[in-house]
């Protein structure tokens, strides 16, 4: 009877030990920065610090993935994502994807591309100052199909590095801050959006209710490689109501300015200035009073080769969100007033009167301005 029992009690820790056998023992990851030397990175199952790359980032290739288990282990997947920094994995570029290794046997398996390996920074980053964190864990299954994670203690594998800057194939970088800014007027009074190299913009404040609202002008920085032309320079723009959506219009730029220089190592790069001065566009002509608008703003630059470059389209479009009062649309001309059978908002029982670009104007303005929602021309 002892006999049997011990004989029993073995099989049983056989049987246990081999379950827990069953496990990821060992992950090396083996990547290129910058097409510099390769180098391998072990990983720890649980405390291991996330790598952060001092030096912006152009290239960065994942070439080999090494994995040992032990037991009964299959399915064995490299399983990654990449967003936005500031975003922590809930940005809208973020996607997990899976991809299986190949098993070599004995517990061995590998994840060896083709080529130089996977290209984790898109050539579309190289002109955006992007702060990326690619995240990362192995992932495989028991005998049971359950999942086993090597996943640093549940924290994953974390590599943050910066685009944008220096060599490489990049041909056009924004600044970091104060990349663009958009000057528009209120009712005649003026505003400035700063907008930064990620589409951001200060104030955060928006319109609000306003009877006209006037494009005045813009600016928009940035650095161009040695080896790029600019053709072109502008501001888009379009005004929708909300709930809808509108087609896009363009601010020219009518002035510029370029100085040349070095970057930090010693690389020839142009920084250029482009402005669009005085271009004095009115947004809310013909729109219509007592309904809530949407002005979305992006800046379009094409370099010689006809290549476009977007600032705020794609990641974080400009928004400012503005609602028409009520007698303020614009209709035809409603014939000829006399100065003085108009009143500029002075004194009591005034109105405001604004010119075709949304301007306020006393007395003394002469043409066709704007009054209760009507166009009328003064003279005399």
């Not at 282990?73 to 967003?83: E, I």
């Not at 996943?151 to 910066?162: D, Q």
């Amino acid at each position: 009877m002892k006999k049997r029992f011990f004989t029993l009690l073995f099989v049983l820790i056989t049987i246990v030990s081999g379950v827990l056998a069953q496990e990821i023992t060992s992950v090396t990851l083996t990547i290129k920065e910058n097409g510099g030397e390769s180098f391998p990175v072990p990983l720890s199952s649980s405390g291991f610090e996330d790598v952060v790359l001092e030096e912006a980032v152009t290239s960065l290739m994942i070439q080999k993935v090494e994995v040992e288990t032990s037991g009964a282990v299959s399915d064995v997947a490299f399983v990654g994502t990449m967003y936005s920094t500031s975003e922590g994995g809930l940005g809208p570029d973020d996607e997990w994807r899976a991809i299986p290794l190949e098993s070599l046997g004995n517990g061995k398996w590998v994840l060896e591309p083709e080529g130089e390996g996977i290209e984790l920074v898109e050539e579309k980053w190289l002109s955006q100052n992007k702060n990326k964190t690619f995240e990362y864990f192995i992932q495989a299954k028991n005998s049971s199909g359950s999942d086993i994670l090597f996943n640093n203690g549940g924290a994953n594998y974390k590599v943050v590095f910066f685009t944008g800057e220096g060599g490489g194939s990049w041909k056009v970088k924004f600044y970091k801050k104060n990349t663009a800014s958009l000057t528009i007027a209120v009712d005649g009074n003026d505003r400035q959006y700063m907008v930064s190299g990620d589409a951001t913009y200060e104030p955060t404040d928006q319109p609000g209710q306003l009877s006209s609202l006037v494009i005045k002008g813009f600016h928009v920085g940035f650095i161009r490689n040695e080896d790029v032309t600019i053709n072109d320079v502008s501001l888009q723009y379009k005004v929708f109501e909300e709930g809808q959506d509108g087609g896009w219009n363009r601010l020219d730029s009518n002035e510029y300015n370029e100085m040349s220089g070095t970057d930090s190592q010693g690389n020839p790069e142009h920084k250029m200035d482009y402005f669009g001065r005085n271009v004095n566009r009115s947004v809310t002509e013909g729109l219509e009073p007592g309904k809530n608008y949407t002005l979305e703003i992006m800046y379009q630059i094409i370099d010689g080769e006809g290549k476009y470059f977007f600032l705020g389209r794609d990641r974080n479009p400009i928004y400012l969100h503005f609602s028409l009062l009520s007698g303020t649309g614009i209709e035809a001309v409603h014939g000829s007033e006399s100065l003085n059978s108009l009143s500029f908002g002075e004194g009591r029982g005034g109105v405001p009167v604004y010119n075709l670009q949304g301007q306020r104007v006393g007395k003394g303005y002469k043409g066709i301005v704007i009054t209760n929602g009507k166009k009328m021309i003064v003279k005399d």
